[in-house]
């Protein structure tokens, strides 16, 4: 159904992989290297050329974008040039993720996520629609992202002074969350909806309101779930598309130790 | 302007009914019903296959999707295999609305709506530009909702036990809120702006805060119209594209109690 | 990279100015206007029908759009007809404009803008993304506008009166604010992220809450920046793209003063 190489456009030096496919209407510019099995569907923009292109198109040269193997990116997903992603990377549609990009392997990015480039996001991270990622992120491996996030840069708006926001591992960030410039939170966090978050906040951390503060810590809170168990820290009870899927997040554990 | 038939895709299996027009650019996957008078605009992706059809492309069947009469489909959206929707159905811009989502008739969808499939709403809801409406909400009808709403269902994030939000008849969802899992807002109700609203709320209830209680009976609150006169509940005073238009609400309802 | 003339649909009353660069994939709908040296990325439309059209196809005469010289609209942008900007006009990527917007000179709009239409927005404004600006909104000159931020206009919806928000020259309203109908917000002032704000603000107002109220004078608010300055009024610490960069602030007004 997707594709019928109706309105393609793929340029001379894109590498493709072994069984890669491109739908209708997409295009991928220069320097773009696509792993194998990977999907890229129907009007996505690839390798988009950074806003210097526009400045002087004769001598740009797009630098290079790395999507690696089995991914799947959506309609109307747009790529610029300059970003690399892991393995299984995944999109929904309407993406916009800008140059210098750099994400793990198995990381998810929802629709309408507006990323806006220099920005580090480990491995398995997972971003659900409308999340806006400011420049100078860094977001760890395992952190759950949820609708309508932001990761502000600017404290005195507008400055020429940005401080990235910071996640660490497994920290869940729940829907119309704002984290102000420089907040950083640490492993295993919850932020509650809604929240206005600035600060530095410790490992196991349950944090909510206007302005945040820490409510306790999140392993003695009473979220409880189906089981009837204190549900954080989550990876013991959640394990869909983790790479502990099947044999749990403790023997998972064991074996890293050993590696 | 629009219908010159530039780039147009359109499955053999596509059932068009009488004077249906399609926009340049615009794709129309199989299964996909269309009734009579119907305009899906310039770059739509109509019918879009769900996820399976990835894993296994030559032996997926796109589910049937049906569009009805007098509908308006606006550019950039993307309605995926398995919807339904009533006659009169309106989108606008950059849409997203994934599968199993059933819709009743005179339903808008704004701009930026991302419906996420597997979700129930009933006639002549109007969702304003940036809703999100997660799996297992259902919404009643007449419901408005505005910008930058989400609808959320997972309580203890990331988890597998997904409950929806419900909302029933005749109520506001003003900009900004966020609708906790298992969230459930009676007939009649109006929740403020950007308020997180969760738990149980009865008929006729005016909800606002973080976290959001009742502050009392919304038809008794001093929300004033330019008739000087309380405007809830707002059918008496508002009646444009509702079905009394042009002989009230009061008048509508006992013709409906003669059905 | 851009510039093939591929399935490029440019009506033949548009007016292209000097040096104009169409990408592929856009359309140009009748009665538009373009200066010179603008570039329209790919993927885009301009000169959007409005709402009329579609009622009556065979009469319907599209209003004039103008776009003036050395602006840069990015891919997947939607303009509708009857739109007028000044020079400079920069545009992010998914971006919806309405019909009947008035912009300045040197004005951006970031990725999934939302901008209603039937409103004014002055010179030097930057609106970041996800920004949504309901009807009869009037902006001033040197506004900027954060992520998720709302300019709402019902104060009762649903109603028929809508009553649009004004934010006065160099204010900036920071992420995730819900401005309500009829807010009037000075010269000078800054909301705070996450902020529900109504009511009418005087110049140099630090706005924060929910529901928001005044804290102070915002140029006595311990705001520091890198200079360890009081940052606020912001335009004598921030100048790149202002129109005072490389004179500063001061000697810009004394030079206007002259005018």
Redesign the interface.
Known sequence: ??F?N??V?I?ASVVLGQNVQIG??T?I??NVIIGDNT?IA??C?IG??NNS??RN?LE?I?PKTVIKSNS?IR??T?IYAGSKFGENLNT???V?IRENTTAGKNCSFG??N?I?GECEIGDYC?LQ??V?IGQRSKIGSFV?I???V?L?ND???????LQGVVIDDYS?I???C?L?PGTNIGKYC?T???S?VGGVFEDDSFIAG?PAKKIGKLSKMP????ENKR??P?PK??E?GMPWEGIGFEQWNKLNEND
Chains 1, 2, 3 share one sequence.
């Not at 404290?155 to 002074?161: D, G, K, Q, R």
């Not at 979220?223 to 189906?226: I, Q």
């Open positions: 159904m997707k019928n109706r309105n456009f340029d209708d209407n295009t510019y220069s999907i129907d009007n923009v988009e050329p292109y526009y198109q740009y797009n799947l309609s109307y747009i929904g549609h309407h916009t629709s309408y507006d806006q997972r629609s409308y806006n759950f949820y609708p309508y932001v502000t404290a005195t708006p507008p400055s020429n002074l869940q729940t829907a119309g704002v102000l919850l509650s909806a809604n206005t206007t979220f409880f779930n189906e549900h954080y989550w009870y959640f869909r």
